[in-house]
C-alpha cells in the first residue's frame, strides 16, 4: 500500500474563499432610528450589523440588495415628516 494523496474534487465548501470577500457598508455614523430599525449610516438593521461578521458572502450580498430600496423608503419618509422638503 502506498501513501499517494487523495485526488482534489476543488475547493472545500466549508473554507472561505478570501477571494470573495464582501466589504461591509458601514459609514461609521452608527446611529440606530427608533422609527424604523435601520442604522442612520449604512441602512442595516441591529441583528445585520451584529451578525455580518459570521454571514456568508452570499448572506452579505442579499443584504446589500436590499439597502438602496430602505435608502429610497427612508428618504421618502423623511420627505413625508418634513412636507415634502428634504433633510439636509
Not at 26 to 41: H, M, Q, S, Y
Not at 49 to 62: E, F, K, N, S, V
Amino acid at each position: 500500500m502506498t501513501d499517494s494523496p487523495i485526488p482534489s474534487t476543488g475547493p472545500d465548501p466549508g473554507v472561505p474563499d478570501p477571494d470573495d470577500h464582501v466589504a461591509s457598508p458601514c459609514t461609521r455614523v452608527c446611529r440606530i432610528d427608533a422609527r424604523n430599525g435601520l442604522c442612520a449610516g449604512c441602512q442595516r438593521t441591529l441583528e445585520e450589523i451584529t451578525l455580518w461578521g459570521g454571514m456568508t458572502p452570499d448572506q452579505r450580498r442579499a443584504v446589500l440588495a436590499s439597502l438602496p430600496e430602505r435608502r429610497k423608503a427612508t428618504r421618502t419618509l423623511a420627505r413625508w415628516r418634513h412636507g415634502g422638503q428634504t433633510e439636509r
